[in-house]
């Protein structure tokens, strides 16, 4: 009888880099399927004025990114407009999408981030944006209902 746990290490090892690998793998997947979405999401729900809140979302990992976004000329009455149906929607979301791109899977222990520094994403939040004689288009906010929603993803195992 040997003293040792395991009767051949090499084997063991080799099987735990294996599992490692496949490990990484999985996490890569699901972490790409959790900023896409999560991104997706947030731009759903974040009206659009000028643009600057929808251009201003940047996903990073490792570190959080922070960037300001220049503004296009506001375009009048869109908040009459539904979400989704604002004129300057489109180059805004697609500058956010892009900052995907640049996203890193490949750390299983990286922190993964989308991040928004436009000065007034604090009060759309809240639904404190915008003021009258306009109304919020989204009074519960971008951020939590979005983190509630990937936490319900991850719980339900993607």
Known sequence: MSNSVVANPVSFNKGLDQ???RFEKKFASKMRV???AGMVRLL???PVWTGQAVAS???SSGSAMSRSAGAPKPVEATNKLSLGAEQLRGPAEARARSTLG???YGDPFTVYWITNAAPHIGGLESGSYPTE???P???AGMF???LQELAAMLESGL
Do not use: G
Request: no cysteine; charged share 25%; proline share 8%.
């Open 137 to 139: 288009r989204s009074p």
């Open 102 to 104: 640049n996203v890193k």
């Open 19 to 21: 599992h490692y690998k």
């Open 144 to 146: 939590a209902v979005t």
């Open 57 to 59: 979302y940047v996903a």
């Open 44 to 46: 759903r729900r974040t």
């Open 133 to 135: 004689p306009f109304v």
């Open 34 to 36: 959790l900023m896409e």
